[in-house]
């Protein structure tokens, strides 16, 4: 065992103990966001109230009451987007443009409310015009402070957070490189520790072994450790107990690394059930209030499109009966939340003679089967128009992975045989658009490694959902369609 640990090497060891972290600069920037948005709010409506106008009690009442709406909205926003977290917080541009998206966003939604409320004539456009402006430029303003400040702090130590590492065998190895990889300066290794006897390096990945965890104890009481972070083999179940036992008397935060783990089951936090502590691995996408706003957005918007579109879709209906016999719509069986089989409507395209109820078979550019109006209607996506009943009625989303034939198939294999991780896409209700078909996964999927990319980018919709997500989707679609790429 090498003796070095009377002679740590640290960078910052002189920086002070301080209250100061990467936490409470992430929960300053939340409350900053909160108060500048209504000191923004309250310069506008001081400033043209004095000069132009005078307002009521029951006007300041409400100007008050809409400007905490905003500010929780997009302090809810943002974090949902990651705004918060302190290795963004250093990025003045990526937070400058999420800043004006996140801020647009709230405004849009605010202005929709006041306009289905019948409420937009009771506000100032001088206020809100001054209010929408003023406020952009005074969180970029204060992002680019706090950019400052960070800067200034770290390079005195204050921002940095010391690790120690307990284990040097492989767990600990995979976990410095990981660890010495982030980009963000926030981490600093201290040293690793561990208590074998024999087969302990000198060095793990370029950090110094200093000791065993006795050494550590000594080590953290002349030296700064913020945490330390215990990486050993999760079955040594006694091993962990005796090293925790012995570590909690510091005042540090003792963390268990579940790095071997986390590759094959990402752990996505920890939570308690009937006082057992349980880590979580999966969560069920669009629960709680994600569920009811996603059950709101399908049935207000489904009912409003249906009302737009119903004019086209009877004069569709009309062309198809001309156009050749057989029924206007074409009913087909297709995979639905949690790959229970939903009846999926569509106008019909083929000649009623020629068509496959099953899907099995792929329709191909040029396909005889398709009639001259189908062949329109697939180009432009027309045909999925029922498919606002579906809807309606709860069987699919506006926005989501779109529903397959059951026996459709890839490259000659069924798509759950040809991409393993197919059926997780149904977790969520299908949809007549989703994030694989404005990423140019529309149409035709002839190899597997299309299917595969299209399955990735509906399993990423579905871990990333947002309103704003399904927004961006809903907007992005329409050039889509016009561009008829794979479309026939």
Partial sequence: MPDTAAKPAATHAAAPRSILSPELVEWAAKWTDFFGILFAAFVAFASYFSLFAQASDQATARYILTALLAATLFRVGFRRIGGYAFRRLADLRWQATRVCVVWGGTVALLLLVAFAGKESESYSRGWV???????????????????????????????VRRLAIVGAGE??????????????????????????????PPSVSGV???????????????????????ALPLNADRRLKIVFDKLRQLPVDLRLSAEPIAGSLPIRGISEI??????DVVERPLKHWNALAKLIE?????????????????????LI?????????????????????IPVLKFRTMYTDRGDASGAQRTVRDDPRVTRVGRVLRALSLDELPQLINVVRGDMSLVGPRPHAIAMRTAGRLYDDAVST???RHRVKPGITGWAQVNGYRGEIDTIEKARARVEYDLYYIEHWSLWLDLKILLTTAPQLLARRNAY
């Avoid at 976990?175 to 087969?199: M, N, P, Q, Y």
């Avoid at 009966?321 to 089989?341: A, C, E, M, T, Y």
């Fill in 129 to 159: 015009l001054s209010w929408m402006i003023a406020t952009p430029a005074l969180l970029i303003f204060g992002r680019g402070v706090l950019r400052l400040l960070i800067g200034r702090l770290g390079r005195k130590g204050y921002l």
């Fill in 171 to 200: 767990e600990g190895e995979r976990l410095v490189g990981i660890l010495r990889g982030a980009k963000d300066g926030s981490i600093e290794i201290v040293g690793c520790f561990d208590d074998r006897h024999t087969r302990v």
């Fill in 208 to 230: 110094p072994v200093l000791g065993t965890t006795d050494d550590l104890l000594l080590f953290a009481r002349h030296e700064r450790v913020d945490e330390i972070i215990v």
């Fill in 274 to 279: 009937a006082a057992v502590p349980m880590l």
């Fill in 298 to 318: 399908d049935k207000v918007l489904g009912v409003l499109l249906l009302i737009l579109f119903g004019p086209v879709m009877a004069l569709i209906a009309v």
């Fill in 321 to 341: 009966k001309l156009d050749s016999r057989g029924p206007v719509l074409f009913v087909q069986d297709r995979f639905g939340f949690n790959n229970n089989p």
């Fill in 422 to 424: 197919y059926l997780n």
